[in-house]
C-alpha cells in the first residue's frame, strides 16, 4: 500500500500505536497509514476500499480479514493549507464535531493526540520521523498529550480513556499535566455517543491488560461515568470487605487473552454488572414476584439502565441474560434437571461464570465444587451424584390390610364334625 501510495505521487508512511510498538520490541495488533492523498484519491487506488466517518474522513482498505486505515494529513489550524474556508466544526465547549481540513505532516503530528503515537515511519528514507517528542517520551515511559490538556480533552473526551488504556498496556506513567484534569473532566463523557463508548470498553478491557486498566478508571473517577450503577455497588461494602467476582473476572480476561484464548464481550458484560442485577434482583424479589419473573424485571432494569451511558447491543445483552439467568437453575443439583442442563449451548459460560462467583462467596463456591464433580464423572456417575437422597434406614413394608367389606363377606369356618 504504502509502495503504490508513492508510486501515485503521494507521501505515505506508517503511523501510530504500529511504529510505536514496533519501537518497543512488541508486536503490533495493526498498522496504521497517513498520506497526503484525500480519501477520494485513496478510493480511486485501490478497489477494495471504502470510504467511513463523517467527522474523521477516513479510508478502509481490507485485505482478507485485515483492514488498513489510512488517514489523510490533518492541518493543525481551522484552515487547512489550500485555504478552503473552516473545516473544523467545535461545540461551545470545544468538543470536535467535524475534522476534515486537510495539511502538512508537521501538522498531522501537531493534532494527533499523544506523543508516542505520533511517531512516523517513512519509506522514502527508512527513517523515523519524530515532530513532537515522542522518542523521547518512549525511553521514559511516559505518556504525554500534544498540546494543551484541558483542551485536547474538551475537543475529544474519549482521550481521557485512551491515556488510561496506553498507560495500563504498556505500563508507562502518566505526564502530569496530562493526568492532572482526568479526575475533574469525567463528566464530559456524557457528551460522547454510547455507541462509542461501547467500542471503548472492549478496548480498555480486552486488550490484555483488564484488571491495570479498571483500577486506573477507578483512581482517576472515570469508571463511574461508564458504568454508574456498579460504581455505586462497589463503593458499598460488604462484611467489611469489598467485593471481588468483577476483579476475578477482569484477572481471569487478562489469562484468557495471555494464553490465546476467546472472551466473548456477554461474559465481560455480565461480570461487569453483575452486582447490579442482584441489587435490582433483590428488590424485585422482596415485592413478592416469582424468581422468574424477578429475574427477567431485574436484568430488563439493569440493561435500560447502562444503555443511557454506553451501548449493550442485543447479540450481547442475550447471552449475557441467559448466564445470569442460569445461575438459579444451576442450583438445582438433583433428578433429571442437571443432566439436561449440560446440553444448553450456554452452559458453559454459566459454569464459568459460577465459578468466578465461588472465587468471591462460600456459599457459591460449594456449589461449583459440585459442578466440577459432576464434569469430571462418565455417565453413570453423573446418573448417581443427581439421584435424590435417600433415608439410611429403611421402614418395613406395611402389610395392606383388606377392606372392611371383604372381611364381613368371608365366610365362616365351621366346626369340624366329631368323629
Not at 473552516?86 to 470545544?94: I, L, S
Not at 445470569?324 to 438445582?332: D, N, P, V
Not at 439436561?340 to 462460600?362: M, N, W
Request: hydrophobic share 40%; aromatic share 8%.
Amino acid at each position: 500500500m504504502l509502495y503504490r501510495l508513492r508510486d501515485a505521487g503521494h507521501r505515505a508512511c506508517l503511523v501510530g500505536g504500529g511504529v510505536r510498538d514496533l519501537l518497543l520490541g512488541r508486536e503490533p495488533k495493526d498498522f496504521d497509514i497517513a498520506t497526503d492523498a484525500r480519501p477520494e484519491q485513496v478510493h480511486a487506488l485501490f478497489r477494495n476500499c471504502r470510504l467511513i466517518g463523517r467527522r474523521f474522513r477516513l479510508a478502509h482498505v481490507q485485505f482478507g480479514q485485515e483492514i488498513v486505515e489510512v488517514a489523510t494529513f490533518r492541518a493543525c489550524g481551522d484552515i487547512g493549507d489550500e485555504g478552503d474556508g473552516p473545516a473544523v466544526e467545535r461545540t461551545k465547549d470545544g468538543r470536535i464535531l467535524s475534522d476534515n481540513v486537510y495539511g502538512s505532516i508537521e501538522d498531522d503530528a501537531w493534532r494527533r493526540d499523544f506523543t508516542i503515537n505520533a511517531l512516523y515511519y517513512d519509506i522514502a528514507d527508512f527513517a523515523v520521523l519524530d515532530y513532537v517528542g515522542g522518542m523521547a517520551d518512549l525511553k521514559a515511559g511516559l505518556i504525554r498529550l500534544i498540546g494543551d490538556p484541558v483542551e485536547r480533552y474538551h475537543e475529544d473526551p474519549v482521550r481521557m480513556l485512551r491515556a488510561v488504556r496506553f498507560a495500563a498496556k504498556l505500563g508507562f506513567r502518566l505526564d502530569p499535566a496530562t493526568e492532572a484534569p482526568l479526575q475533574r473532566l469525567g463528566h464530559l463523557l456524557e457528551q460522547i455517543p454510547p455507541a462509542r463508548l461501547f467500542d471503548e470498553i472492549l478496548k480498555l478491557f480486552m486488550g490484555g491488560s483488564a484488571i491495570q486498566t479498571f483500577e486506573l478508571l477507578r483512581h482517576y473517577r472515570l469508571f463511574g461515568w461508564l458504568f454508574p450503577a456498579t460504581e455505586r455497588c462497589l463503593n458499598r461494602q460488604q462484611h467489611h470487605y469489598p467485593k471481588t467476582l468483577l476483579a476475578h473476572a477482569l484477572v481471569n480476561t487478562d489469562q484468557r487473552l495471555a494464553e490465546g484464548k476467546s472472551i466473548h464481550p456477554a461474559f465481560l458484560f455480565a461480570a461487569l454488572l453483575w452486582e447490579p442485577f442482584r441489587e435490582r434482583l433483590q428488590h424485585f424479589e422482596a415485592e413478592n414476584l416469582d424468581a422468574h419473573e424477578a429475574q427477567q424485571a431485574a436484568a430488563e432494569a439493569v440493561v435500560q439502565a447502562q444503555i443511557r451511558h454506553t451501548s449493550l447491543p442485543r447479540r450481547y445483552s442475550l447471552p449475557m441474560r441467559e448466564i445470569w439467568e442460569m445461575q438459579q437453575r444451576l442450583t438445582c443439583i438433583t433428578g433429571k434437571r442437571p443432566l439436561r442442563l449440560l446440553a444448553h449451548p450456554r452452559f458453559r459460560a454459566a459454569y464459568d461464570f459460577l465459578l468466578l462467583r465461588g472465587e468471591a462467596d462460600e456459599s457459591a463456591r460449594e456449589l461449583a465444587d459440585w459442578w466440577t464433580r459432576l464434569l469430571a464423572q462418565d455417565e453413570s456417575g453423573r446418573n448417581r451424584m443427581t439421584q435424590p437422597a435417600t433415608s439410611a434406614k429403611k421402614s418395613k413394608p406395611r402389610r395392606r390390610r383388606k377392606p372392611r367389606s371383604a372381611r364381613k363377606r368371608a365366610p365362616a369356618t365351621s366346626p369340624a364334625p366329631e368323629a
